[in-house]
């Protein structure tokens, strides 16, 4: 008996971690969290814009300032936030309903008008995603320079 219910624990363990690897949401948010890097690198407004950042985000910027999308836009626009290289390193996600926390480090070199202009910043992020009109829409971001070399 005690090793049927060993292996009945270990059987369910399994499943349970088999379901928490292959939840579609997660796969859809880490698929949306490489649109919104790849988008961020190229500059392309039109997709952070328009398909990923919501008009009402709010974000607590690597510059230790709270800011909106609007104040992004223009960050954006005139070249501070520019990168020759952005890597995002996914840690964990969390949802609460249709809220999601994604949260790990990203690891950047800024080029252009950037504080730390070629050099290598690791900072932690959290972004915060919200599921609305059958999409994910980032609705804030806090990110925390850690370490400039």
């Not at 292959?22 to 949306?32: H, Q, S, W």
């Not at 009402?56 to 510059?63: D, R, Y």
């Not at 309903?97 to 008008?113: C, R, S």
Request: proline content about 2%; hydrophobic content about 40%; some cysteine.
């Amino acid at each position: 008996m005690k090793k049927l219910s060993i292996s009945l624990f270990i059987f369910l363990l399994s499943r349970i971690t088999i379901c928490a690897q292959t939840d579609p949401r997660e796969a859809e948010l880490r698929r949306m969290e490489n649109i919104e890097r790849e988008a961020t690198m190229r500059g392309d407004s039109a997709v952070l814009f328009g398909k990923i950042w919501s008009n009402e985000m709010v974000v607590n910027t690597p510059a230790n300032r709270v800011g909106t999308v609007e104040g992004t836009k223009m960050q954006l626009r005139t070249g501070n936030l520019a990168y020759a290289s952005f890597v995002r390193n996914i840690e964990k996600i969390t949802f609460n309903d249709n809220i999601a926390l994604v949260m790990g480090e990203e690891i950047t070199k800024p080029q252009q008008h950037q504080q730390h202009t070629g050099k290598t910043v690791t900072r932690r992020f959290t972004n915060i995603w919200k599921y609305a009109n059958n999409q994910w829409f980032m609705i804030g971001r806090q990110a925390t320079i850690v370490k400039v070399e």
